[in-house]
């Protein structure tokens, strides 16, 4: 399914439709990859049969092929991908808003752009630019493991190592408590 209109708000806002009037006259495709948890699942021997690791979730990607019929029109797109797009060296990613039907229904609120790809001049479509957007969600606070005291043979570091980040997480004990003592 296709929608005629796309709407990217962020700094500055950019509206994409068949429209004279729009800032962008062309036509949009939207189509969107939902994002969802990651699992990871072993065999294990035994009489536990199979153990399913929760790695976190994975992000949705939104892909927006952009068609206009004239090089002005496509310069625009670039100057857009050109303020958003991620440069080298950069601290943080820029996100925006797509305002789209396939976006509200997924229910994905912010974006920030991946690629792009320009395709070659194709004289009955015209030019054609293909925008990647990877969902963007606030980072999560995570804290520096500390060395661990003693370290390993040879005078190695602890299992982790030195500055690698870490969720806290509180882990239950592989063994019940010992009973108390009367």
């Given at each position: 399914m296709t929608h005629?209109?796309?709407?990217i708000?962020?700094?500055?806002?950019w509206?994409i439709a068949?429209?004279?009037k729009?800032d962008?006259?062309?036509?949009?495709?939207v189509?969107?990859?939902?994002?969802g948890l990651r699992?990871?699942t072993?065999?294990v021997?035994?009489?536990?049969g199979?153990?399913?690791?929760?790695l976190?979730?994975?992000?949705?990607e939104v892909t927006?092929?952009?068609?206009?019929?004239?090089?002005?029109?496509?310069?625009?797109?670039?100057r857009?991908a050109e303020?958003?797009?991620?440069r080298?060296?950069?601290?943080?990613?820029?996100?925006?808003?797509?305002v789209?039907p396939?976006?509200?229904?997924?229910g994905?609120?912010?974006?920030y752009l991946?690629?792009?790809e320009?395709a070659?001049l194709?004289?009955r479509e015209g030019?054609?630019?293909?925008?990647r957007?990877?969902?963007?969600?606030?980072e999560?606070?995570t804290?520096?493991?500390?060395?661990?005291?003693?370290?390993?043979?040879?005078g190695e570091?602890?299992?982790?190592g030195?500055g690698v980040s870490v969720?806290?997480?509180d882990?239950p004990?592989?063994?019940?408590?010992?009973?108390?003592?009367?």
């Open positions: 005629d209109e796309l709407v708000v962020g700094p500055s806002r509206r068949p429209d004279p729009a962008i006259v062309g036509q949009v495709r189509s969107v990859r939902g994002g699992e990871s072993v065999e021997p035994g009489q536990d199979v153990v399913s690791t929760k976190g979730y994975s992000p949705a927006v092929e952009v068609r206009v019929a004239d090089f002005g029109q496509l310069d625009r797109i670039r857009f303020v958003y797009r991620n080298r060296g950069a601290e943080k990613h820029t996100p925006v808003q797509l789209h396939a976006t509200h229904r997924w994905i609120r912010e974006v991946v690629d792009l320009e070659p194709d004289w030019y054609r630019l293909t925008l957007f990877q969902e963007w969600w606030p999560t606070r804290k520096k493991a500390t060395k661990q005291q003693g370290g390993g043979a040879g570091g602890g299992l982790l030195q969720l806290e997480v882990r004990s592989k063994s019940p408590p010992p009973p108390p003592k009367r």
